[in-house]
């Protein structure tokens, strides 16, 4: 009985995802800046990637504030496996913090993060001239 409320409960969440997501396991890097402004990084690796967004697993780096802007980078042998959205194999894909996982025990120092990728949207991509143009003829 408890594993059939497990599996429904996991259904309720696909089916209110805005886009599948894939096991992929592929190593990268995290850059971003503190609150002093130093530049950090970590080592990490996906666990699981959609077109919108990445779960990171990450060990022993500094932890990253919540809602932190991030730079993610795939290594670039892996950016070419299937399953891998666009965006992730152009290079550095601007993200943020959106959920940090539990801490570790041993450092202190959540053990992942999820990220969600901060692409521009298909139609926010007018340009300059139309936009100008298209509210000339409505003035």
């Not at 696909?14 to 130093?38: E, H, K």
């Not at 670039?76 to 891998?84: C, D, M, N, S, T």
Request: aromatic content about 4%.
């Amino acid at each position: 009985m408890a594993n059939q409320t497990l599996h429904a409960i996991a259904d309720l969440e696909d089916s209110r995802r805005r886009a599948q997501r894939n096991a992929v396991r592929v190593a990268g890097r995290v850059t971003w800046r503190d609150s002093r402004g130093m530049t950090r990084f970590a080592t990490v690796v996906t666990r699981d990637v959609s077109e919108q967004g990445v779960y990171l697993e990450c060990r022993g780096s500094q932890a990253i504030p919540l809602h932190r802007l991030v730079y993610l980078q795939l290594e670039r042998e892996a950016r070419e496996l299937a399953g891998l959205p666009p965006a992730l194999q152009d290079g550095r894909v601007l993200s943020a913090v959106y959920r940090v996982g539990p801490c570790e025990p041993t450092t202190g120092t959540p053990s992942g993060y999820a990220l969600r990728l901060l692409l521009d949207a298909p139609s926010a991509r007018v340009p300059a001239v139309a936009s100008t143009t298209a509210a000339r003829s409505i003035a």
